[in-house]
């Protein structure tokens, strides 16, 4: 079984900061990506960045050049940091974990946690 728990979330003002975790534990053989997706109530989830194991990263215009992804010294950690934010960032914030449970010929991981809320006022 494979856990994965985000933090950092919270409530700060338009042009503040805040980096969030991702924590992926449990039953896992090797984890090929993790992302970060966020939804706001009426909208849909929006892919926000992707870390890859073979280090390539993306990120959706919106947050370019003021989100970073980046992954811990072990593979079970990965961080959002949020600079520059703005009202329009406001969501729930949830990362997903991508890879295999298992050895096989198959990817079989794709686990997500409960979410953590980012709210920014103006």
């Known amino acids: 079984q494979v856990r994965v728990v985000e933090s950092g979330g919270g409530s700060v003002q338009a042009g503040g900061s805040l980096s969030l975790s991702c924590e992926i534990s449990?039953?896992?053989?090797?984890?090929?990506?993790v992302r970060w997706h966020r939804q706001a109530p009426g909208k849909q989830r929006e892919l926000v960045a992707q870390?890859?194991?073979?280090?390539?990263?993306y990120y959706a215009d919106s947050v370019k050049g003021r989100f970073t992804i980046s992954r811990g010294d072990l593979q079970n950690m990965v961080y959002l940091h949020m600079n520059n934010l703005k009202p329009e960032d406001t969501a729930g914030y949830y990362c997903?974990?991508?890879?295999?449970?298992?050895?096989?010929?198959?990817?079989?991981?794709?686990?997500w946690g409960q979410g953590t809320q980012v709210t920014v006022s103006s």
């Open positions: 449990g039953s896992i053989f090797t984890i090929n990506a």
């Open positions: 997903n974990a991508l890879g295999y449970a298992h050895p096989g010929a198959r990817p079989d991981l794709d686990s």
């Open positions: 870390s890859t194991s073979g280090g390539s990263t």
